[in-house]
């Protein structure tokens, strides 16, 4: 079974569409994540959801949009899409946990979805 | 704000031989996490090793290893008895707890060589 899945694993699109990205985690985590790795294979945080709640939001412009309709998905929707938004984009999630004097965050990360803006 | 750095953008060695990958990181916190992922060309993320800050024990899976300097704020990730599988991207990351991200370094590519 798939622990953090991406729909779809690919997107070719031109400038200017809205495309949306579905993420969808089965480990019964609280929390989810999306991030960017650019050209340059840089991996950056853009939004953190805990429990519904956004968390973070990382300074990325407006036309990206998070939805988490349930603890177990987080969406992400991209408007006017630009050549600049051509990166992989990684769902994550990840469960708190007490470990002797501490908390853990392990994070499990999806396949990746490749955007190709044209 | 975490900045984690990685020096090292390309490193190959032969098969079998013993690889360390360096990694510095700056944070005013006490409780953190580290992590080193491996990124093989799949570009799927896996979990290499987790290291606690609370920990003076350094962290170990199989043949991987770290060598955690809290003082100094480096975690190092060792690689013994390297194979061909082992050849990906390498990155060290961050995380100061609840819900934050990762806060990654650049990464290392690695390479083993037949």
């Known amino acids: 079974d798939t622990a953090v899945s991406q729909t779809p694993k690919y997107l070719v699109t031109q400038m200017g569409n809205d495309k949306s990205i579905k993420c969808e985690q089965n480990?019964?985590?609280?929390?989810m994540y999306w991030y960017k790795q650019d050209s340059k294979k840089f991996l950056k945080i853009m939004f953190s959801?805990?429990?519904?709640?956004?968390?973070i939001n990382e300074t990325v412009p407006n036309r990206f949009s998070p939805k988490s309709p349930d603890k177990a998905h987080l969406n992400l929707h991209i408007n006017s899409l630009e050549l600049g938004d051509s990166a992989v984009y990684f769902c994550a999630s990840s469960q708190r946990w007490t470990s002797g004097s501490g908390s853990t965050d392990t994070q499990y990360f999806g396949p990746g979805t490749r955007l190709t803006v044209l | 704000a975490q900045t984690v750095t990685q020096s090292q953008p390309e490193m190959s060695v032969q098969e079998a031989e013993t690889v360390t990958l360096s990694c510095t990181y700056d944070?005013?916190?006490?409780?953190?996490?580290l992590f080193w992922y491996k990124q093989p060309p799949s570009r799927q993320m896996i979990l290499v090793i987790r290291q606690e800050a609370y920990k003076q024990q350094n962290a170990t899976e199989n043949r991987f290893s770290v060598n955690f300097q809290k003082a100094a704020k480096s975690f190092s990730l060792k690689i013994s008895d390297s194979q061909l599988g082992d050849t990906a991207m390498y990155f060290c990351?961050?995380?100061?707890?609840?819900?934050?991200?990762?806060?990654f370094g650049k990464g290392t590519h690695l390479i083993i060589q037949p």
């Open positions: 480990l019964g985590h609280d929390t």
């Open positions: 944070t005013s916190e006490n409780n953190y996490y």
């Open positions: 990351a961050f995380s100061g707890g609840g819900a934050d991200g990762l806060t």
């Open positions: 959801y805990n429990n519904k709640e956004l968390i």
